[in-house]
């Protein structure tokens, strides 16, 4: 959204069929989750590929103990996409997966491809506070450490880690 102006309601995902076109039944998601969503993707997500088998994965993965694993079931939950949760023992991760074209083009061009390239969507930026802070919540749940505040200032503070220079910037 532009400076003042409201966010949208929703964000329209297009839906793409196997040879890449726009079948125009785009998914709406309600924009506050979607900024949720963006966070845990750019913190936890990845995009994977395979052309031969015409798979378009989107993961997402977190460890099974983090108090934060609840919070992005319920997060995709509240999408359009069929995702399937797998637990992966060798990490002690949960793996959300959701396998879906139109959903891995659009966050490949707006967040980018591998950990060191990942980026914010340049339609998050000028978010209203409360927007701004759900997303920073969520990236804050899986490269970050929590929200504290200091009782001598009352200024909420946080410590974000990655492997992105653009993210960390």
Do not use: M
Not at 28 to 53: C, I, L, M, P
Not at 117 to 132: A, F, G, W
């Amino acid at each position: 959204p532009c400076p003042g102006s409201p966010p949208p309601a929703t964000i329209s995902i297009p839906t793409l069929t196997r040879g890449g076109k726009v079948d125009g039944k785009d998914r709406q998601v309600d924009f506050a989750n979607w900024v949720r969503f963006v966070g845990y993707f750019v913190s936890e997500g990845h995009t994977e590929n395979s052309t031969r088998k015409g798979h378009y994965r989107v993961g997402i993965t977190q460890s099974v103990n983090s108090p934060h694993t609840p919070a992005i079931e319920a997060c995709l939950a509240s999408t359009p996409f069929r995702w399937k949760r797998v637990f992966k023992p060798a990490s002690n991760c949960y793996q959300w997966i959701i396998n879906d074209k139109g959903l891995h083009a659009h966050l490949q061009e707006h967040c980018g491809v591998g950990s060191r390239n990942k980026k914010l969507p340049d339609y998050v930026k000028n978010l209203p506070p409360d927007l701004s802070r759900a997303l920073l919540d969520a990236a804050i749940a899986g490269d970050g450490t929590d929200w504290s505040t200091s009782p001598e200032e009352g200024i909420d503070s946080a410590k974000y880690f990655s492997t992105s220079t653009t993210l960390v910037d």
